[in-house]
């Protein structure tokens, strides 16, 4: 049987406040979401400036990142490349660039959603949040 790894409240807290700081650092008005493996959210955060819907799009990013053990860009550039259908799955949103995994020793032990700036800018954020836990 194996063990598994999951996310505690103060390596959620370093995430948060790293990727505030990267937000900060930018003057990126955003929300920083984080979810444990199975999507559900464990931290929401908006920033202020941000906008109200970015509190709804960021932890549907990062559902989408937890649940499908990839960043959510895979399903935007599916869904780019002309696989609308893929629109259909169920359960699926947050269909955007900005929703990171978290990775340890192979396994996605949760997942980093931002929304507010641009996609490429959401990823940076939450990568650089993903990046204080050292893995």
């Given at each position: 049987?194996?063990?598994?790894?999951?996310?505690?409240?103060?390596?959620?807290?370093?995430?948060?406040?790293?990727?505030?700081?990267?937000?900060?650092?930018?003057?990126?008005?955003?929300?920083?979401?984080?979810?444990?493996?199975?999507?559900?959210?464990?931290w929401l955060q908006r920033l202020d400036?941000?906008?109200?819907?970015?509190?709804?799009?960021?932890?549907?990013?990062?559902?989408?990142?937890?649940?499908?053990?990839?960043?959510?860009?895979?399903?935007?550039?599916?869904?780019?490349?002309?696989?609308?259908?893929?629109?259909?799955?169920?359960?699926?949103?947050?269909?955007?660039?900005?929703?990171?995994?978290?990775?340890?020793?192979?396994?996605?032990?949760?997942?980093?959603?931002?929304?507010?700036?641009?996609?490429?800018?959401?990823?940076?954020?939450?990568?650089?949040?993903?990046?204080?836990?050292?893995?």
């Amino acid at each position: 049987m194996k063990t598994k790894s999951y996310l505690e409240l103060a390596d959620v807290k370093a995430i948060a406040a790293a990727a505030e700081a990267e937000a900060l650092k930018n003057a990126w008005a955003v929300t920083i979401a984080i979810a444990d493996d199975a999507g559900n959210l464990l931290w929401l955060q908006r920033l202020d400036g941000a906008a109200a819907l970015s509190s709804h799009i960021a932890p549907a990013k990062a559902h989408t990142a937890a649940m499908g053990r990839r960043e959510s860009k895979v399903y935007e550039d599916i869904i780019n490349g002309g696989r609308t259908a893929f629109l259909t799955a169920p359960v699926v949103q947050g269909l955007l660039e900005g929703g990171v995994p978290i990775v340890k020793d192979g396994e996605v032990i949760g997942a980093v959603g931002v929304s507010g700036v641009k996609s490429n800018e959401d990823a940076q954020i939450a990568k650089a949040g993903i990046a204080a836990l050292g893995l």
